[in-house]
């Protein structure tokens, strides 16, 4: 296979289990270079386990994990970083009391030849480094509009610009494969109108392959080239968006979930 067919990311027969249960079960699909994947599924199907696995911070009794052709399964999670994969949380990962550019610094610090601890020491030979992070802080925060709050404590600001703020974090590390999980949470119409087209402008004009878990459908359809849903942990089905919104599994999967929600409502 020639190296432009091969996935960016391969995800083989991986199964995670918290005691007795099964929070994956066997889960194998693959993401194409420049493309965006949606991971959908009910509460409670495994996607965020699924992302917890990709960035190592749950390990999984069996399966393997391959971003760009190399095993990630015994990887340390900073090192995964470095490879290229860069990741959003529902809950945000920021530090509320920094300036907005130093949480885009923070970010950037992942893919730092000097590294983090001498940077923060402030030792002589980080200077040309940190001048570089600095400018790259200063792209992101223009690229996503908020120089005019570069200077101000992150948790001060609304939910949507924290948002910003956090895609930023992650941009900031140039990533290849950019995990994004949940990202239209808490947002207005018109945020969310924004939040979609910045994921087509991260896709098509920086170059980044995007995995997507999302709840809100019309996000998720809108700007996937591929689809995965998942339900009790297992894969139940793939394909384009048109495929999936028309898949009897996936629709089943979602109409029990609302069932057993308004049973229980």
């Known amino acids: 296979m020639a190296d432009t067919e091969t996935p960016l990311l391969s995800v083989r027969g991986v199964t995670v289990r918290f005691g007795g249960i099964v929070a994956l079960d066997g889960v194998t699909f693959d993401v194409a270079r420049g493309h965006v994947c949606g991971l959908i599924g009910p509460n409670g199907a495994g996607k965020t386990t699924l992302f917890n696995c990709l960035s190592r911070l749950y390990s999984y009794q069996s399966g393997d994990i391959q971003f760009e052709g190399r095993s990630i399964t015994s990887m340390p999670t900073h090192?995964?970083?470095?490879?290229g994969m860069g990741r959003t949380f529902q809950n945000l990962a920021m530090?509320?009391?920094?300036?907005?550019?130093?949480?885009?610094?923070?970010?950037?610090?992942?893919?730092?030849?000097?590294?983090?601890?001498?940077?923060?020491?402030?030792?002589?030979?980080?200077?040309?480094e940190e001048r570089r992070l600095r400018e790259r802080a200063d792209e992101i925060m223009e690229y996503l509009d908020l120089t005019r709050v570069a200077d101000r404590p992150a948790g001060d600001l609304p939910f949507g610009t924290q948002k910003r703020v956090e895609m930023g974090r992650a941009l900031a590390a140039?990533?290849?494969?950019?995990?994004?999980?949940?990202?239209?949470?808490?947002?207005?119409?018109?945020?969310?109108?924004?939040?979609?087209?910045?994921?087509?402008?991260?896709?098509?004009?920086?170059?980044?392959?995007?995995?997507?878990?999302?709840?809100?459908?019309?996000?998720?359809?809108?700007?996937?080239?591929?689809?995965?849903?998942?339900?009790?942990?297992?894969?139940i089905a793939e394909g384009t968006p048109a495929h999936i919104q028309q898949h009897p599994d996936v629709i089943a999967a979602y109409l029990g979930s609302e069932e057993q929600e308004a049973a229980h409502g």
């Open 79 to 83: 090192d995964i970083a470095r490879l």
């Open 95 to 128: 530090f509320r009391s920094l300036p907005v550019r130093d949480n885009i610094m923070i970010g950037a610090h992942c893919r730092s030849s000097a590294g983090f601890l001498a940077s923060a020491l402030r030792l002589p030979r980080v200077g040309a």
């Open 174 to 235: 140039d990533p290849k494969l950019l995990l994004l999980d949940e990202p239209a949470a808490g947002l207005n119409h018109e945020e969310l109108k924004d939040l979609e087209r910045l994921i087509l402008d991260v896709q098509h004009k920086r170059g980044v392959t995007v995995l997507l878990v999302e709840h809100h459908m019309s996000l998720v359809m809108s700007v996937s080239d591929h689809i995965v849903a998942l339900s009790f942990g297992k894969k």
